[in-house]
Structures are given as C-alpha cells and as structure tokens.
C-alpha cells in the first residue's frame, strides 16, 4: 500500500471482515470504488494487502471471499514437550496477588492498592512531562540515570521518612573517596538477581514467587519481633549460605516488622558468615503508626544489598525499583542486569523521578498513611466482630495486610473457595512462607478497592469459616 | 516535617549544605527565622530532618555544622569477593552499541537509531494519551494486553509488510479451535528465555551479548543466502540441541537475507529434529530494497518461536516487544517471564500499540524507508572511494548496518582505537560472531547521527587503515 486512500479501505474492509462469515463474499471491485470514490488501482491494492493477510481470497472469474478455515485438524504441538523437557526448576505457580477477578467482589487478594490509594495527578503530571521530554526518544545510561544532585546526598539515610529516594546512579560517598552507586531499574530481576548473588539464599519472608533459577531457599523463623540471631547463625553455619533475603518492616508473612536493635544483630552475624543481606523495602511508603527504617542506613560495608520498588506506591504502570549495592556485588548486579535486558526505559526512570521529587509526593504520603490507618482498622474491627475465631495478634504498623491466623484444622483450600462463591476473595497465607506454613493464615490486603465492603467481607468469610469446621 | 515550609527550608538548606565545606557552620536558628519568615519550630524540624539525612550534626551550646566525614578509611569490600564465587557464566562484556561518546564524534557503532529517524510526533501523543488513560494506573495481565480486535487476524500474516503489529495476548486459530497466543514484553528478557527453551541453542547471527545462562552456543556458518540446511542438519544431529537462533533478515553479522525458499528448508530441518526456530525479526521495520517477510508466517506446527521488538523502531524508551508462540512453549516462557517480573508496564504497551496502529505509522515507515537507503548508499558511496580495500558485496537489503570485511591482516582493536582517536567511533564486527570471526570485520551502522560526515568519516576510516599496515 502506497497511499493513505489504500490504507483507509484496507482498515474499513479489514473490520468489515472481521465481522463477516467465513467464505462471505466481498463486493465487487467496481462497488467498492463506488463506495470509497477510489480508483480502481488504489482498490486493488488494499485487496492485495488483505489477501497477503490471509483474510480474503480471490477466486478468478468468481469473486473475492472470506477466508474458509484452512483445516479442521488441530495442530500438534505434542513434538514441543520433548524438546522443553522439565523445566530446570520447577514453574512456581502465578501468585493469587496477580488474579483478576469479578468487579463486584470484594478484594482481599490483591497486591496492588488501589487507584484511589495512588498519586494520581503527580503520576499524570509526571508521564505527561517526560512524554514531552528527551527521555521519550532517548536511551539511559545502563546502570541508571544519574539522580537530580538533590535527591541523595552522600551520608544520607537511604528512604529516609522524609521521602528522600535513592534513585542516584552514582553516589559519591566523600568520606571513602570511592563511588558509591546505585540503580533505577525493573523490581521483579532486580530483587531476583540480587538474590542470586550465589546459590544459595536463607529466606525469610518468601517472596511469592519463589526462588530464581539454581538457588535454594532454606527457611529460617522469625517471631513478631524478626529472626532469631541465633537461628540465622546456625542456618548460615548448616548451609554455607552466602545471602539472606529480609523484608525487616512489615514482612510477608505476618506483618511483623523487626524489634529496634535487630537489625544491627543480624547484619552481625551476616557480617561474621561473609554473607549479604537482601533488604525488600517493599513497604516503605506504607509505614502507618511507625517509620520503616532501612537496614542499610546501618551498613557501611556493602553488607546489604537494598532494594526499594515504586510499584505498588507510585503506579503499578511505573516499573521500577532502586538497588542500592556496594563493592563488586554491584557489578556482578550490572552485568546479569545488562545481559537479561541491556536497559530499563529512561521514560519510566524519568516519571519515578518526577513523582516523587514533587512536593506533592510528601503531601501524598501523608494522606495515604490516614487512609491506610482507617482501612487497617475497619478491616480489623470488623474481622474481630465476625471472624472471633481468628487471632490478629499484631496489629501491623505499616503495611498493605492483615494476617490472620485461623485454628489449625481449618481447610484453606476449601475455605478460599467457599469465600470466592459468595463473591469474597482472599488469599491463602500458604504462598509467602518458603516452607510449610506455620499454621493456617490468610493475608488480607486492606489496600483494594471499596473499604466499605469489608463489614460484608468480614461477615462472609466467618460464615464460611463457620461453615469450614463442618 | 509536616508542612510545607519546613520542606521549603529543608530543601533550601540541603541545596546549601551540598555546597559547603564539611565542618561548615551553620547560621544559627535566630538567622534561619529572619531569613525564610518561618517559626523556630518550623526551622528545627527542617534541621532535624537533616540531621536524620547525616547532613548536619548539631553541638550543643556550639552550633550546627556540616557533616564532617565520618572516616579517613575506604570501605573493604574485599569480603564479597569470596561471597559471589565466580560467575556462574562469564559475564559478556558490554556490547560497544551502548557506548555514550562525545557529541562531535561520527558515530558508526550504535545499535540504534537517531532521533531523526524515530517517529517522534506520533510517540510523543501515544504517551500523552496514555498518561491520561487508564494504562497509567493499572496493571495489565501477565500475558500481554488483549489487542485491538483490527490488529491482529486469525490466519493473518504476522509482521506483514503492511505493517500489522502482532501484538496480541489472544489470537484463536479459527480454523484448529485453539487458542494460538501471543505476548507483549519487554525484548530483552523474552529473546533470551525463548532461546533457554532448552539448554543448548545452535546460533547464528549471535545476539551481542552471548547467551543466557546454561546455554551452550554451538555456531553454524552462513554465506549470502543463509545457512545451509545441510550444516544446519549436522550442528542438530551432532549436538542435540533443540533450538536455533536466526535472524533470517539482514542477520548480524554480515547483513545477508535468507534466498527465497531457504526458510521452507530450514524449516524442515527443525521439524526433523523436534527443535525450535528462535526467530529475532529484528529488523522488521528497517526494509529498504526487500520487504522481510517472517519465517514464523509459514510455520504451523509451533516450530517458531518468533521475537519482534520495537525499541529500535518506535522508540528506545518503549522496551516493548512482541513474542509469537504457540503450544506448551508459550506456557514455559509465560511462567519464566512471570517469575522474573511479574508483568511488564501497561503505559509501554498501551503506548506501543497505539504508535504502530496509526496510520502516521506507515506514512512514517515509507519514509524511514527512503532515509535509510539515502543514509546506506551514501555511506557505501563513501566507503567505495575512502576505503577502496573494503570488501563490500552484500550491499544489505534492509537494517541498519553496513558489514565490511578488510583486509585479514588488519589489526582490528588498532583500527577502532585509531579511528577514536581521530573522532570516528566504529565497532569491530567480532562480538557479533558466537565463536571466532570470519574474517576481520567492522560493522558501520547508517542511523546515526549527522549523516552529513559520511564521506569524512570515510576518509578516517580509510586512513587509518592505511596506516594499519605499516
């Protein structure tokens, strides 16, 4: 097709057949030069294009046609399962936080809050700017783009509540003379690869998707005040491990986030088994009566690899975390980094910059920790009136969930059902522990949509756990 | 700090601080006052939130002063260094495509195109548009978005010259009853999981950044018109590998395009040996003399495993790509991509797909087409009068490079550094080969900027070659 008057009938005849039966027959050429004021040539073209489709068929002297099916046998992809053999490791089932579901159910599952809990405007703002701006049309440096000078400064605490964040490509630490560098880049490879550091990770606080390829996950307990030092000691002793994966505010599972002092204990011991520490600031920005504080503001020996997504606070369309490493692990990081996907979009690099160096993102924050602190509490008065027999121990002080810990001979297969015939979703808590689960949980995410419905929500799902013993 | 003045002054400060000598004192808190007309209360919150940063320290009874450094010692990460091990692969070296170099330069190596030669209206209102739509918030499904009904067709060709995109999550093969499916994601990480469908890939025309991980790279040769499907027959019966990586139009390195009927041959040749075709359509919007025309459109039992990406095309910031798979491949790769991160940006998609179904599109694709073979003939014109001891045969069909073979007593690093040092950035054709070149290579991509220097840049080349031998 050669002219825009081609390409306007080839569009108009393609949702014409798209529409049509198969084997229809097309009007002829002389009708649809009537019927597009079109010249015979210009007609014929957009039939060609349609025909080098495979949508229309031309058969001389007769007419053009819809395309018939062209066999009636289906393929046979049975050859494939050879040549895939098993997957090296097994395929973690999807996680349920990524499910769609009906809009008229209630939302317990979800992993994502909700648009009313995002920065709309900031976030507009922010993608109309850089639609505007070079980084539409241009590539970013690999390792990240280098931060506004303002927004990290060398001996700042990282993700410090005050809303600085750590988007620096290149931080110069001054009093070491060396650089000290982070990266903006994809959450989901960045946290995976980092765990990959070796081959294998002590896991707390499992991420829903398992383990990346060849490193094995070896569980380790925490109480509501975090890990035992003793318990991580022994596993890096048992396992030679050489990284543990932490989420210290707010963890999945349980919410708990780690009594003061803990921190510097573990990092001791991480210290004294050569081994890092892979910090999933996931919740930063949901901190509600407490401010999560960073292990790694209390690292000074590239210890901690951190690791902060904008994901679930800024947009769920804006892709991009902050990695924080120092020392070689940052150039091992850079290197799988750049071997899986050479660069992250600078269009998503810009827009995370832009939100959330705007005044407005503080302001934001603010309402949203008003907003998070209503959910929490609705949701758990109402789970304390309907569901009696769950405990909710911790309260969590930050956060997107409640966790639930149901008697122990609850049938959670069957309860999850149940609650999804009566239009209540919720989430098993079997899927974030990297082991068997320590009893029977649910997580209920008080961030979906329509917080009204959790008196309903609440009432459902103790009805059904009524139901569950029976 | 809880309102917007102490964030103006905290902001206002730490702008100073950044510029001030460590020890520096502060002005004191009366000064502050009278200087930004706030309340004392106002002024310390915004000192405090500094001093949480390590900015600042305060003396009691002395004054506040500017963070000395903490310590005259650089970090050792020496310990990390027993922490990581080897790398499980080596680690390529970053590909000379993503080299930043001077602005005044001549610049043959990039591996994409300028500014110039993107369709930058049409990207800029696709992202406005999509910063005010419902892709700016939300999560898209794992598998890609659903397409626009018009995009994609059952039977339809996929990547047609006439400019369909294939960009959809659910195509139903009309004819067999099931689902035939593709996705959207981001290019990099879906070329290299599709290619570790199995451990071991046959490559030609290697990707510049060598193989995923645990996959073995066995090369086979190729002339003008492709491989041949004897060495093809041979490299699958001696190795056993499963899945051979092509790019069958304007293949890197060398520029060649498959003969007519070469892609039926190969075809069989997979089919025999129950392996996949890795199809990289690379350059599917680069045709210039030839229209490339994708082996995977005459593929039906699921041998293809076909790979579209439009950074090069739409826009470096829009990493989007299009993978088409069929059978329980497509599960493997979805599981894959999922545990890697989970889904890729809504906004990218969104924007990616109302770029390439405009009609601005083909307008803009037609003359893409007469920029690029203005921009290649000049170049060649060029080379043919500087470089007379460049061997240029295959003058490409299509794509963005020129593929010279020098002379084999060429010193290539000397070559490349030469011509830096005189202002011409060249990539030496050798990190495109999977084992040892050829023949002493250079790779000159025409869709850089100022095409204007050709003929100097030429001429560079053309001397210091020259002085190569001497």
């Known amino acids: 097709m050669n002219n825009d008057s081609s ?6 005849l393609r949702q014409w057949v798209a529409g049509a039966a198969p084997g229809a027959r097309l009007p002829s050429t002389r009708q649809l030069v009537a019927e597009y004021q079109a010249s015979p040539v210009t007609v014929q073209k957009a039939l060609q294009a349609l025909a080098a489709q495979g949508l229309i068929e031309s058969r001389p002297g007769v007419g053009t046609f819809v395309r018939a099916v062209r ?20 395929l973690p089932p999807s996680s349920s936080t990524m499910r769609n579901v009906p809009g008229d159910a209630i939302w317990f599952h979800s992993g994502y809050p909700d648009r009313d809990l995002l920065p709309e405007r900031l976030v507009r703002a922010a993608l109309a700017r850089a ?12 390792a990240g783009m280098p931060e506004p000078a303002a927004v990290v400064r ?15 490509a290149e931080r110069r630490d001054r009093a070491a003379g060396k650089p000290e560098r982070a990266q903006l880049h994809l959450p989901g490879p960045g946290g995976r690869r980092a765990a990959a550091a ?25 109480g509501p005040d975090g890990p035992d030092p003793a318990d991580v000691d022994r596993a890096f002793a048992e396992t030679g491990a050489r990284a543990f994966y932490v989420q210290p505010n707010y963890s999945n599972p349980t919410g708990a986030q ?3 002092g803990r921190g510097d204990e573990i990092l001791d011991v991480a210290r004294r088994h050569g081994a890092f520490l892979v910090e999933d600031d996931w919740a930063h920005d949901f901190g509600i009566t407490s401010d999560p504080v960073p292990l790694a503001t209390r690292d000074d020996s590239g210890q901690v690899v951190y690791i902060r997504s904008l994901t679930k606070s800024v947009s769920t369309a804006i892709r991009i975390a902050a990695v924080i490493v120092r020392g070689p692990a940052r150039e091992r990081i850079l290197g799988h980094r750049a071997a899986e996907s050479m660069y992250v979009s600078g269009l998503l690099q810009a827009a995370a910059l832009d939100v959330v160096t705007q005044p407005g993102w503080q302001t934001h924050l603010r309402s949203l920790r008003h907003q ?14 309907h569901v009696p027999e769950a405990h909710l121990d911790n309260l969590p002080r930050g956060g997107l969930n409640l966790w639930l810990r149901l008697p122990d001979t609850t049938d959670l297969p069957r309860l999850v059902r149940d609650c999804a015939d009566a239009g209540v979703i919720i989430a098993a808590g079997t899927e974030w522990f990297p082991a068997e689960p320590a009893g029977a949980f649910i997580r209920l995410n008080y961030s979906g949509p329509n917080p009204g419905a959790y008196p309903e929500g609440a009432r459902i799902i103790g009805e059904a756990l009524a139901a569950n013993g029976r």
């Open 7 to 12: 390409s306007r009938i080839f569009a108009a």
């Open 71 to 90: 066999t009636a046998r289906p393929s046979d992809y049975g050859w494939q399962t050879g040549a895939l053999r098993s997957p090296a490791s097994p």
């Open 131 to 142: 639609a505007r701006g070079d980084a539409a049309l241009s590539r970013p440096p690999a």
């Open 154 to 168: 060398p001996g700042a605490g990282i993700g410090n509540p005050g809303g600085d964040y750590p988007a620096n």
């Open 198 to 222: 070796d081959r294998i990770a002590v896991v707390l606080g499992c991420h829903p998707c398992g383990g990346p390829d060849g490193v094995r996950l070896v569980p380790v307990p925490a």
């Open 258 to 260: 780690w009594a003061p």
């Open 372 to 385: 998070l602190r209503s959910r929490r509490d609705l949701l758990a008065t109402s789970i304390r009136q």
